[in-house]
Nanobody
Framework: QVQLVESGGGSVQTGGSLTLSCAAS???????MGWFRQAPGKEREGVAR????????VYADSVKGRFTISRDNAKNTLYLQMNSLKPEDTAVYYC????????????????WGHGTQVTVSS
């Protein structure tokens, strides 16, 4: 099982920025990696993902234009740059990875970090 550890969460005001990091225990070259989030009482939802081969990125409509996902395979690290944060972005953010296809649904991933809290206040 791949170990994933998120960091970089915190509290910001509306319009602020945060950068999340996800450190993996293995080389991430062959992994599709993604960010998901879950607010209290809500289902876990996909935020963004990045393909292992092409590097193509895909974003949820709710964050498109505001968030940027990137990866540094030399450091086995995934990033999520979050700008123009809104209160509805408040959630625990999780890093996930899988070998093979790259999908939006959280059920398709088996490797998960424990999450990092992001809180955006008005």
């Amino acid at each position: 099982q791949v170990q994933l550890v998120e960091s970089g969460g915190g509290s910001v005001q509306t319009g602020g920025s945060l950068t999340l990091s996800c450190a993996a225990s293995v080389n991430t070259y062959n992994y599709c990696m993604g960010w998901f989030r879950q607010a209290p009482g809500k289902e876990r939802e996909g935020v963004a993902r990045i393909y292992s081969r092409s590097g193509v990125t895909v974003y949820a409509d709710s964050v498109k234009g505001r968030f940027t996902i990137s990866r540094d395979n030399a450091k086995n690290t995934l990033y999520l740059q979050m700008n123009s944060l809104k209160p509805e972005d408040t959630a625990v953010y999780y890093c996930a990875a899988r070998v093979g296809g790259c999908y939006s649904g959280p059920g398709m991933y088996t490797n998960w970090g424990h999450g990092t809290q992001v809180t955006v206040s008005s």
